[in-house]
T-cell receptor
Framework: QQQVKQSPQSLIVQKGGISIINCAYENTAFDYFPWYQQFPGKGPALLIAIRPDVSEKKEGRFTISFNKSAKQFSLHIMDSQPGDSATYFCAASKPSGNTGKLIFGQGTTLQVKP | DTAVSQTPKYLVTQMGNDKSIKCEQNLGHDTMYWYKQDSKKFLKIMFSYNNKELIINETVPNRFSPKSPDKAHLNLHINSLELGDSAVYFC???????????????FGPGTRLLVL
């Protein structure tokens, strides 16, 4: 059972364009939604994260939009650059048991063409 | 000054062998994790330890056994390796347990395991 569904699986964007990756979750107990970025041959690294009490969070060219009623959140990368080419994972966790368990989406491979 | 390190980086072995992967973090974190990333890049939590106490134990074959000698180290021992164990295994750490409170998890570089 996939609790966090991510789409698209792959994405090709021209340099300077906007990349949009979407995620949907099922469990309303989730209260922390991070995005991780993974370059080939490297481990994932936290990019940006949001809590459900806000609808948007922006850090530089990266923005998370959050729709609590629809149980969806998305990552927008403005002015996409070739250096942004990587795999992006959304994730979710809930405080129950306080274990730190992150449930990841399936990942989106982004290619930004120069 | 590597934050989370893993050894070995690559591991090629035969079916049926036993192997170990080591992880160390120098961030002073209390919690450490093991994740498995399959060929489709799907990331799944396997285990987590908080200050040497096992707090997450997902549905993983009991051929996999984590060991935490101290809070800076979390090793993964795999018995009787199978073809399906081929994957990239990532170690991670966070300051405290509870990503529900916004704790960033810091991942190591991964160990690429290939079982022949």
């Amino acid at each position: 059972q996939q609790q966090v569904k991510q789409s698209p699986q792959s994405l090709i964007v021209q340099k300077g364009g906007i990349s949009i990756i979407n995620c949907a979750y099922e469990n309303t107990a989730f209260d922390y939604f991070p995005w991780y970025q993974q370059f080939p041959g490297k481990g994932p690294a936290l990019l940006i994260a949001i809590r459900p009490d806000v609808s948007e969070k922006k850090e530089g060219r990266f923005t998370i939009s959050f729709n609590k009623s629809a149980k969806q959140f998305s990552l927008h990368i403005m002015d996409s650059q070739p250096g942004d080419s990587a795999t992006y994972f959304c994730a979710a966790s809930k405080p129950s048991g306080n274990t730190g368990k992150l449930i990841f989406g399936q990942g989106t491979t982004l290619q930004v063409k120069p | 000054d590597t934050a989370v390190s893993q050894t070995p980086k690559y591991l090629v072995t035969q079916m049926g062998n036993d192997k170990s992967i080591k992880c160390e973090q120098n961030l002073g974190h209390d919690t450490m994790y093991w994740y498995k990333q399959d060929s489709k890049k799907f990331l799944k939590i396997m285990f987590s330890y908080n200050n040497k106490e096992l707090i997450i134990n997902e549905t993983v074959p009991n051929r996999f056994s984590p060991k935490s000698p101290d809070k800076a180290h979390l090793n993964l021992h795999i018995n009787s390796l199978e073809l399906g164990d081929s994957a990239v295994y990532f170690c991670a750490s966070s300051l405290q347990r509870g990503a529900g409170f916004g704790e960033t998890q810091y991942f190591g570089p991964g160990t690429r395991l290939l079982v022949l």
